[in-house]
């Protein structure tokens, strides 16, 4: 079930294959590399997913390292995002293993879990796949900025 934060960031597809999901409600990076869709599972784990299309591929007419690295570092933060609590928060670090290819066409999923959470550092590791094919795996650190500020309750990156 989506919590409040999340339904504050994040409109939900009202037709066609993702229905149902959410995509970020905000005119960013994010949405013009994707568009990528999020979901909260029946046991509270994040799922991520897009459609591969001809401007994710490189010259060898499969889906590009960087296509991925974007989608991964995307759902790093939907993975996390109860941890984050609409807080301002960067990516620190990002490493990956390309263990598969995938193509024009493809599903590509992300899935994965918060490792540990401390007072500003949050630890995910997790899985992009195409059907049962494992294409990236990845970990990532994330670090919480705290605003000198209250956080807008209605800003951050669910």
């Not at 933060?77 to 984050?84: C, L, T, Y």
Request: some cysteine.
């Amino acid at each position: 079930m989506a919590d409040d934060k999340e339904r504050r960031r994040a409109r939900v597809v009202e037709e066609g294959e993702f229905a149902g999901w959410r995509t970020p409600d905000r005119d960013t990076f994010d949405s013009r590399s994707g568009p990528y869709y999020h979901r909260r599972e029946a046991d509270g784990s994040m799922r991520c997913a897009f459609r591969a299309d001809r401007r994710h591929l490189n010259g060898l007419d499969m889906v590009h390292g960087g296509a991925l690295l974007t989608f991964a570092d995307h759902a790093i933060f939907m993975i996390a995002s109860r941890e984050i609590e609409g807080m301002p928060s960067v990516t620190v670090t990002l490493n990956s293993e390309f263990v598969g290819a995938c193509s024009e066409g493809d599903l590509i999923e992300a899935s994965g879990e918060v490792v540990r959470a401390g007072a500003s550092m949050i630890f995910v590791r997790g899985l992009l796949k195409t059907g049962t094919q494992p294409v990236l795996s990845f970990s990532a650190t994330i670090k919480r900025i705290r605003p000198k500020t209250p956080p807008n309750p209605g800003a951050g990156v669910d």
